[in-house]
């Protein structure tokens, strides 16, 4: 985590958040998603309720996070009395998600701690149908893997496809951000790359392969002759590998 994380982390996330306030934009923002009346929805980091008062307005149920002591007593005076609205006072990332029911996220996300929101949602044993998340633009390419696969977004495609969905004008929040902000959009797949049983596998497999070279993990030839196979080119001189190729390697891995 950089200094700066470090330094956001120990500030309140009303400090460190840029809220989305326009009712219009957001209700803009719902239209484009697939959440409908009989839809459960998490929204992690309520904020001033911008979000969760046009969330209660469309959806089945809502389960809003605030860690801030402040905002969750002004949320609670506000929307407290929405009858499918649940707020809790608990950090997001010490809350036990729901284990079997199915479920949708919708948040704008405190900046500081994108990773860690996204690792929580994309590890967990029941993970959401889809989730729209707001963040940086940096962070949303690097969890795309625009233009090149990443670290991050090499875990996460087995069992998601993701997308930019919505460009932000920065006039859109306050306080107004210093870089650009997007919408990004999480679709678990109905049928994932590989079985979740093996997500911790993958992750060891592509993280000792990025620290020691993948020949770590395979043979040269053995690199060679499944990405023939599979109809792939072989690997860059750099070492860049593209998702495919990843895939390819771990499930020949997996049967050797």
Partial sequence: MSKNSRQNRSLPFSV?????????TIQRLLRRTSIGKDDFVIEIGCGRGHITKELVKVCCMVDGFE???KLYNQLLSKLGNAENLKLRHIDFLKA???????????????????SDIIRKLTTTKNPPQ???????????????????????????????DMK?????ERQDFHPMPSVDIVLIHFIRKIQ???????????????????????????????VSTALKLAKLPCIEKSGL??????LCLFRCYIRL
């Avoid at 460190?16 to 219009?24: C, P, V």
């Avoid at 707001?134 to 875990?155: H, Q, W, Y």
């Avoid at 930019?164 to 932000?168: N, S």
């Avoid at 993958?202 to 990025?210: R, T």
Wanted: aromatic share 16%.
């Fill in 16 to 24: 460190s958040q840029n809220f989305l306030t326009s009712s219009k």
């Fill in 164 to 168: 930019i969905d919505y460009y932000f």
């Fill in 130 to 160: 889809e989730a729209w998340l707001v963040m940086e633009k940096g962070a949303a390419k690097r969890f795309t893997g625009c233009p090149n696969d990443t670290p991050a977004s090499i875990l996460i495609k087995p069992f998601f």
């Fill in 192 to 222: 994932s790359d590989i079985p979740m049983a093996q997500q911790k596998d993958f992750a060891h497999f592509v993280e000792k392969s990025l620290r020691y070279g993948i020949q770590s993990q395979l043979t040269k030839k053995q």
């Fill in 67 to 69: 860690i801030d002591l």
């Fill in 241 to 246: 590998m593209s998702y495919v190729q990843w």
């Fill in 96 to 114: 036990v998600l729901p284990e079997h029911k199915p479920y949708k996220v919708f948040s704008n996300i405190p900046f500081s701690i994108t």
